[in-house]
């Protein structure tokens, strides 16, 4: 019988936790044993895709050397890229543009205001960001001075959010006023994003594992959703600890609301906004 018509085998129980530790060691990512068909099933395709047809041969293929390397690339791919849409969470991004806002009146502004999309996905958050960021400097009369870095470990996402093109299902759910702004429709009917907010983000491949070695610029907003939920509990304080570093003094971390249940910093302070999950730097002077 043909490999690709068969039924898929099931993952054994040291092989599950082969893959899974695996899956944590490199990307941080822990899998309850409820995600067992998840994994076998986004593993499986990719083996069909190659013509293999044993669990223990593709892992072995994987973990060997510069070849495995570009194999999990592949991989990784499938196992962490998860749908998303602009404007996702609108409390949260609201919460960003009254920040601004706020530094904007009381005049706390830097020379520029720097954001930073940590699991970025296909760009939909960064470029979402990037026109609150831009609307609130021009409602108030103000250059925009701005950028936003936006980081994720597939590289993949990152070649569509570059390309700055998106389905219609995707566009026609924004603000009408927003799409006229910011969107040029396509004759096969995709929407590309406007040259003015591709110019504002910048995006690169990280993997949020190895935040002390990517590039220390301290940011205004830190914009970090969906993702800290994946990871172990010790390891989300880590990285919350390590953002607050590249944090400027009264700059702001957002996470998901109810990521993170237990984590305080001393040089950080809760936002008091029910919607939001947000911390705000002391100020040097606090």
Known sequence: MIWSL????????????????????????CLSDQQRVFLQT???????????????????RVIDGVSGMMEWSVLIDRLVVKETSFFRHRPSIDYVHSCLKRMIVENTLSESFEVWSVGCSSGEEPYSLSMIV????????????????????S?????????????????EMMEPAIR???FTQQDNGRYLISPELQDRVCFNHANV?????MPSMVQDIIFCQNLLIYFRRWLRHEIMNAF?????????????????????HPEMSRAPAD????????????
């Open 6 to 29: 068969q039924a898929a085998p099931d993952l054994s129980d040291r092989q599950f936790e082969q893959w899974s530790k695996l899956l944590e060691d490199r990307a941080g990512i």
């Open 42 to 60: 986004q593993v499986t395709m990719r083996m069909r895709e190659l013509g293999q047809t044993d669990y223990s041969q593709y892992y072995n």
């Open 134 to 153: 831009s609307d609130t400097f021009e409602s108030a009369g103000l250059d925009p001075y701005y950028g936003v870095t936006a980081t994720d470990i």
């Open 155 to 171: 590289r993949a996402a990152l070649t569509i959010a570059r390309n700055g093109i998106f389905p219609q299902r995707k566009v």
């Open 180 to 182: 006229q702004r910011y």
């Open 209 to 213: 594992l190895n935040i002390n070695e």
């Open 244 to 264: 607050v570093e590249r944090l400027k003094p009264g700059g702001v971390l957002v996470v998901g609301l109810g990521e993170v249940v237990d984590w305080s």
């Open 275 to 286: 919607e939001v999950q947000a911390y705000i730097k002391k100020s040097v002077d606090a």
